[in-house]
């Protein structure tokens, strides 16, 4: 163990911290893909997103999650300018920036859709509301990001083996 926080110490705390954290993310994003679309009714569809929607769009979740990977990546990014891990924790930063995007441009806008319908409680045909949400457009672009997240994580752990073999 003590080698382990040496370790993460040496390597500066940005890089260990932006892989755990994109890890998470890539955990997270495939959770929603496996759980939330398979086997429910319109009811509990639409119920269940627009409440899972409601708890993450907060601060702490923002800055912690979405923001966290971002900045500690690029915090990683920045301690090791001229080192051998830049070039994975690059590709990792760029792969996140890019599920950034996706998030902003695709997901966010089908949440928003989705809370704008109103409440299920009193929705006449709530088929029609889980229709007009794109659920097979917000499940493909879910899984792209669930795809990057992992691949950042994947370089980001790379970067640190390259470190470990550095130094």
Do not use: Q
Not at 74 to 97: E, F, H, K
Request: glycine share 6%.
């Amino acid at each position: 163990m003590r080698r382990v926080v040496a370790f993460t110490i040496r390597a500066r705390p940005g890089l260990p911290l932006a892989d755990l954290r994109e890890a998470l993310n890539a955990h997270g994003l495939n959770i929603v893909s496996c759980e939330m679309f398979d086997h429910t009714d319109d009811r509990t569809f639409v119920t269940a997103f627009g409440a899972m929607d409601r708890a993450i769009i907060n601060p702490w979740f923002m800055i912690s999650a979405f923001l966290g990977a971002l900045l500690l990546t690029i915090t990683a990014a920045l301690t090791n300018l001229g080192r051998d891990p830049l070039p994975w924790i690059a590709a990792a930063l760029g792969l996140y920036v890019i599920v950034v995007v996706i998030t902003l441009a695709v997901n966010v806008p089908l949440n928003d859709a989705l809370k704008a319908a109103g409440d299920p409680e009193r929705f006449a045909d709530l088929a029609a509301v889980r229709e007009r949400f794109h659920e097979a457009r917000w499940a493909a672009w879910n899984l792209v990001r669930t795809a990057l997240s992992a691949g950042a994580f994947t370089s980001l752990a790379w970067a640190l083996v390259v470190y470990g073999r550095a130094g």
